[in-house]
Every structure is written in C-alpha cells, then in structure tokens.
C-alpha cells in the first residue's frame, strides 16, 4: 500500500493543522496565527490566508481584521 503524498494532501494536512492550532485557544491574534504557519510550515501568509479562508467558509472559524482576531466557531 503506497503513502499519500501528493499536494493535495500536504494542504489538506496544513489546513487540519491551522484549525487544531485555533480550537480551543479563545480569541487569537490573525497576525500571529499568520507568523505561527509561516515559521512552522514554511507557507508564505497569503497561503496562509487562503487556508484560513477555506476554514471561514465551513464556518469553523470567524475572522476581524479590523480587530485582529480569529476565533473558533463552536458547533451549538
């Protein structure tokens, strides 16, 4: 049975991880969430910033920019 490694996978992988950094930490800083990836996957900030889109559009995240925030979404 072969690994699955392909690009697809690397980002899925990078995505689950940005959301299990966000889960349960409260209201974080958009910034160094941005700074975090950057330094731990080596995914420039608008990548970044891409993946955290795609985690607002399941509506597992919520972003202000103006405020600097990003906070998880907890299911009711």
């Excluded at 690009?7 to 941005?34: E, T, Y």
Aim: hydrophobic fraction near 40%.
């Amino acid at each position: 049975m072969s690994v699955r490694r392909d690009g697809a996978w690397v980002k899925q992988q990078r995505i689950k991880a940005i959301h299990n950094m966000i889960k349960g930490a409260g209201d974080c800083s958009l910034i160094s969430i941005l700074a975090a990836c950057e330094y731990r996957f080596g995914i420039n900030r608008g990548t970044t910033r891409k993946y955290i889109k795609t985690l607002e559009d399941l509506g597992f995240v919520e972003v202000d920019e103006t405020l600097d925030l990003i906070r998880e979404v907890k299911p009711e």
